[in-house]
């Protein structure tokens, strides 16, 4: 006979089921916009996007207070609570992801020269693919206790760097630019890389700070104003 503890924690992991299935959606939705080769995005898939992104907040924060009110409420032993921690740090990294989506949606919204996207289509959508097998094969190593799965995507991440560079100097290759500022450009994208790692030490600055206001006053201000 299960107990009120057994169905909390079911009731949870039906919810992460779902919530993952979401996010792994958004990232089809967007492989089939890397693949057109297209700027100029179909407004219903973009819409589509934007919708499930918001749904995806409201499901992170609905997941983890549930997960907090479990561990409080019915003090898990050793072993299901490893799995809901883990399970917990897993659900704040599937909703950056949703985040990373949105950014890639506006990124390409964005570019100016849609012959130069085109002509690196292949590459994006190789890299978006062993991306979003990566987290295929990352989830399914949770649901099933896989660990050869876990290995693996771990391992595969200097795929997705490799690919990332080799973009960039194919990029640099076909462009009809003298070999000094080829290699400015290549100090600028290096230049990108350092202020994009850092700019992402601030976003888990913020992530601390969010997490230090639940702490003091107990209220949950993600994807919320700041009053």
């Not at 849609?114 to 987290?135: C, F, G, K, R, W």
Request: charged share 30%; hydrophobic share 45%; proline share 1%.
């Amino acid at each position: 006979m299960s107990t009120r503890k057994d169905e909390a924690l079911k009731n949870i992991f039906n919810e992460f089921g779902e919530f993952a299935n979401l996010v792994l959606h958004q990232l089809d939705l967007l492989g089939r916009i890397v693949t057109s080769g297209s700027t100029t995005l179909s407004k219903d898939m973009v819409m589509e996007i934007l919708e499930n992104e918001k749904k995806i907040d409201k499901l992170e924060v609905k997941l983890s207070d549930k997960i907090i009110d479990y561990i409080v409420l019915y003090q898990p032993l050793a072993t299901d609570l490893r799995k809901i921690i883990a399970c917990f740090r897993i659900i704040i990294n599937l909703e950056r992801i949703g985040d990373l989506v949105t950014n890639i949606i506006r990124f390409i919204e964005k570019i100016k020269t849609p012959e130069v996207y085109v002509s690196l289509t292949d590459v994006i959508a190789n890299m978006h693919m062993q991306s979003s097998i990566m987290v295929n094969k990352a989830l399914l190593s949770f649901t099933n206790d896989d660990r050869e799965f876990a290995i693996w995507t771990i391992k595969n991440d200097s795929v997705v760097d490799e690919i990332k560079q080799k973009m960039m100097n194919k990029a640099i290759k076909k462009s009809n630019i003298s070999e000094e500022n080829k290699e400015l450009l290549i100090t600028y994208i290096n230049m990108n890389g350092v202020v994009s790692n850092i700019e992402r030490i601030a976003d888990y600055a913020t992530n601390i700070a969010e997490a230090a206001i639940y702490s003091i006053e107990g209220k949950d201000i993600r994807h919320k104003p700041i009053e």
